[in-house]
């Protein structure tokens, strides 16, 4: 054998003597301890850390250190994350160009109060609130959202007649619904917290949907006229106040221009009666004497008639000269 060979073979032993063995799974262990040992939690999330399994507590975002080599383990949750149950279809494609997969009946079709079927379609948006309790606290978390969801819509569709699920009783449905999914979710302790349930289409079935929607027709129709009919009352009304309220002054501004003339007819009648109880001769005079001025003193001269004859004296230039 030359020295050559002789040389690496010395090498090859030397590099498989244990020492040198126990020092490469030291540094493979440290590599892998090293890589173990931290993880990163993003702004999004918070990380519930379990040791053994065993629940130890939650982080928020960034970078954390545990025990290496599965001892601790961190599970991300994303609880400033918004997510979305589709309910009666589902989204295919989404962006400009969507795409929708609708008639989902077996989970769209109701009875409505008044014995009608309709086909709901909605969503419920939804954030994760503890994630502990939505780690461990139910097993199977979609199929238990989906079935409280269906459940709660159910019931409030089934409280109401169709016209009403269909048009004014939309908005508290949807209120109702969050309400009732939240008290729901609490109770199970899941974690959740509903957001928003939104009522996409409210359809009757393919059978009768043109009848119905001649009904909508005739209510939109109704509600128009109705409509119009508050715009001419509040047009008319006012104006008819406004004259009603220009009535009463006129007839105020009246009976005050009547009381004042009487209450000064009554004071010049008391002021010649007493000058009347004082001298009555002379007052009686004066009264004639003004009256027979106020007469013959007219632009249209008088007509005097004899009440024992039937014929009329004219005595057109009689007067006060």
Do not use: C
Request: net charge negative.
């Amino acid at each position: 054998m030359s020295d050559a060979n002789t040389q690496k073979a010395k090498r090859k032993i030397n590099f498989l003597k244990p020492s040198t063995i126990t020092w490469i799974i030291i540094l493979g262990v440290l590599v892998i301890a090293s890589f173990s040992s931290f993880y990163i939690v993003d702004e999004t999330e918070q990380a519930v850390i379990t040791r053994f399994g065993k629940y130890v507590g939650t982080v928020d975002s960034g970078l954390h250190f545990k025990l290496p080599f599965g001892i601790e383990k961190n599970h991300n949750v994303p609880v400033k994350v918004v997510q979305e149950e589709e309910f009666g279809f589902t989204t295919i494609k989404s962006g400009r160009n969507s795409e929708y997969r609708n008639n989902i009946t077996e989970e769209s079709s109701m009875l409505t109060g008044d014995l009608n079927i309709v086909d709901v379609e909605w969503i419920i948006q939804y954030r994760i609130e503890d994630p502990k309790q939505w780690l461990f606290g139910v097993y199977e978390k979609e199929e238990t959202i989906r079935d409280i969801s269906r459940s709660a819509i159910n019931t409030l569709v089934g409280d109401r007649a169709i016209l009403d699920v269909m048009g004014s009783e939309r908005q508290t449905i949807q209120d109702q619904a969050q309400q009732m999914m939240n008290d729901y979710f609490s109770s199970l302790g899941l974690g959740i917290s509903v957001i928003a349930v939104q009522l996409q289409n409210i359809v009757p079935p393919v059978g009768v949907q043109e009848a119905f929607e001649d009904v909508n027709k005739a209510i939109q129709d109704m509600n128009r006229l109705i409509n119009e009919g508050k715009e001419a009352y509040n047009a008319q009304i006012p104006r008819a106040r406004g004259e009603a309220q220009q009535q009463l002054q006129i007839a105020e501004g009246y009976a005050a221009e009547r009381v004042n003339k009487a209450e000064g007819d009554v004071a010049r009648f008391n002021s010649v009666y007493e000058e009347y109880r004082r001298a009555p001769r002379v007052t009686k005079e004066r009264i004639y004497l003004e009256t027979m001025n106020e007469i013959f003193g007219a632009e249209k001269k008088p007509e005097l008639i004899d009440s024992e004859l039937k014929n009329v004296l004219p005595l057109k230039q009689l007067g006060l000269q």
